[in-house]
Nanobody
């Protein structure tokens, strides 16, 4: 009933930039927080950045000053602008959204993931 579709991943050189997008669709009544997580090989999934419906944000220490999360409420879309990318940013990036659907409770949904590779 809800889909999160991510786009914008790819291969970039160290110091480069990428912009990830995640659009939510379906029988959505309300979207609360939206965010990005990442999982590198052999590591646990970790929070990268999160933004509430009111616009409050929080970031992992490792990305502060380099990544910016933003949201278009009208389009049910969240963005992650990633600058000054480092090889250690290489991971699969997952979109997450806290959504209440028309006929059900508030639930966290996940996108399918998009690969970000930072390498020369």
């Amino acid at each position: 009933q809800v889909q999160l579709v991510e786009s914008g991943g790819g291969l970039v050189q160290p110091g480069g930039s990428l912009r990830l997008s995640c659009a939510a669709s379906g029988s959505i009544l309300s979207i609360y927080a939206m965010g990005w997580y990442r999982q590198a090989p052999g590591k646990q999934r970790e929070l990268v950045a999160r933004i509430t419906s009111g616009g409050s944000t929080n970031y992992a220490d490792s990305v502060k000053g380099r990544f910016t999360i933003s949201r278009d409420l009208a389009k049910n879309t969240v963005y992650l602008q990633m600058n000054s990318l480092k090889p250690e940013d290489t991971a699969v990036y997952y979109c997450n959204a806290d959504i209440r659907i028309v006929t059900g409770p508030r639930v966290g949904y996940w996108g399918q993931g998009t690969q970000v590779t930072v390498s020369s």
